[in-house]
């Protein structure tokens, strides 16, 4: 394991932030710690990285009791979600950062910083200072900044929470590619759940400081612990008593078995997707089915129709 | 249309605020100037030059000089304090910082003189000493580093230091590294300030120096004896030297935030 947190405990003032968390990650993992704002995820970072200390608990990196170890003696790299650039210095000065404070040589920091500006694909901005990128090239300088060291552990603390939709899917995808290419241990925070499914091998999911599921995306997508969880990763409806994702629903125009009688009270096309908003009993629900499914039912606001959970949707009883 | 309702605004507001510089600033400092030459250049060099005037001018280049860095390095230990640190009474020594601005200097000379004079209850006499001119600089300018770095300080973006900490710095390379550069800037502003506040002291100087020519007379009382003398066009000569001391000052300060912020 590359990094072991276990029994962590840590409360700012009166409120607890975490409470007995405990975590393993896997070596050359990419692992998502994904949760609510407020849920713990970005302090459990930090108390990784040794920016926070808990207040009981410990914290293993490669098997090395590192609880009380200063950060800078952990050898992990942090990227923060405000870049955090050292904004007096030129972007090869700012990645060059960890490699002047161990001394390496001239020449060696030179080659060293040149492939990883190249990595991030910033070799053509090496001069230039924090203030006069982008937003998302700020972030990739930092990602380089944090990889110079050789990190044992790379920590991001929602990396791409600072950058509009459009970059936020560019850096996600990237990421993901860079990752397969270095192999470094890394834990990154998101509250995004569609970014966790995307980018990570496996998914911790904290909540009220508490961790409440760990596995990876396919899992805890298919088999949530619980309708927290099942809400949280993904769209939800409710029929029958039961919490069912809206693409596991099937509609038709004849009673079957299993089906409930249900009126339709919307039909809303979003392009590929048709999302049919329907009562039933008095509950409203909705389902998600293609633009052809849609086209071959020619439902409309008034008809009656018959849905039922498909054979083998995983659902949730909510306790009544 | 609205262009050039902008532009007409524009035009205006610039009109008033050269006119109220140039009554205020440009055209008393240009009759100074204009003064000095009344005898010729040689006689300003020989107006500047007289032991006198040169004693008091190089005591107040040298003392002002010595002060401002002396403010350079408390003036920014005293702000780090009132950011970083958290102790009981901070506000009430918050607010104290601005007392030298706020009191009339001969005032401040007078308190220097009860408690650093013949009489000091600390047994510590330095009146009429070079020691005392110092002394009341140094309480007239203490404001000025500390009110430019504090707010910089204020905004430096604390994430920089923990990246840095991440990365293998420790407290003191991270101080060096990465706090100090992006805190040059207003440490070198506030001085340059206090540097030009010192150089045209007078009120706070006058009582404890005891204004001793040659000795302790610094160049702002010269410049007034001169004049009670009736020598104005040598008081001017000396006033112009000390301009052009303080605009040096200025200019290079200048030029360094340019150089600092073209860094960005």
Partial sequence: MAIEVRDVNKSFGATPVLRDVSIDVAAGSLTALLGPSGGGKSTLLRVIAGLEQPDTGTVLISGVDATRLAPQRRNVGFVFQHYAAFKHLTVFRNVAFGLEIRKRPKAEIRKRVMELLELVHLEKLADRYPSQLSGGQRQRMALARALAVEPQVLLLDEPFGALDAQVRKELRTWLRRLHDEVHVTTVFVTHDQEEAIEVADEIVVLAGGEVVQTGTPGEVYDNPANPFVMRFLGPVTEIGGNLVRPHDIEISQDPVEGGSPAVVSRVVRLGFEVRVEVEIGGHEAWVQVTRDQADRLGIGPGDTVHVRPVPGARSLALAV | ?264
Avoid at chain 2, 34 to 47: A, N, V
Avoid at chain 2, 158 to 185: C, V, W, Y
């Fill in chain 2, 1 to 264: 249309m609205t262009r050039s309702r902008v532009a007409g605004g524009t035009a205006a507001g610039l009109g008033i605020a050269m006119l109220y510089l140039s009554l205020i600033v440009l055209i008393p400092l240009a009759a100074v100037v204009w003064r000095s030459m009344d005898e010729g250049p040689g006689y300003f060099w020989r107006s500047i030059t007289t032991p006198d005037a040169w004693a008091a001018l190089t005591l107040t280049i040298g003392a002002s000089a010595l002060v401002a860095l002396i403010n350079l390095v408390m003036g920014t230990i005293i702000a780090w304090v009132l950011v970083r640190d958290r102790f009981p009474g901070r506000s009430v020594l918050d607010t104290i910082i601005d007392l030298p601005f706020a009191l009339p200097t001969i005032v401040a000379g007078l308190v220097l003189l009860a408690l650093y004079g013949p009489q000091s209850p600390l047994g510590i006499n330095l009146a009429y000493t070079r020691a005392a001119v110092v002394l009341a600089l140094m309480f007239v300018t203490l404001p000025f580093v500390v009110r430019t770095v504090q707010p910089v300080l204020l905004e430096l973006d604390k994430e920089m230091e923990q990246a840095a900490a991440s990365l293998g710095a420790g407290p003191f390379q991270t101080f060096r590294r990465i706090i100090l550069p992006n805190l040059i800037p207003a440490m070198l502003s506030g001085t340059a300030l206090a540097f030009t506040r010192a150089i045209a002291e007078f009120g706070s100087t006058v009582l404890i120096s005891g204004n001793l020519p040659f000795k302790t007379q610094v160049a702002a009382v010269n410049i007034f004896s001169q004049i009670e003398s009736d020598n104005t066009t040598g008081a001017a000569a000396i006033s112009t030297a000390l301009l052009a001391v303080a605009l040096v000052a200025l200019i290079t300060l200048d030029v360094l935030q340019r150089w600092g912020s073209r860094r960005g």
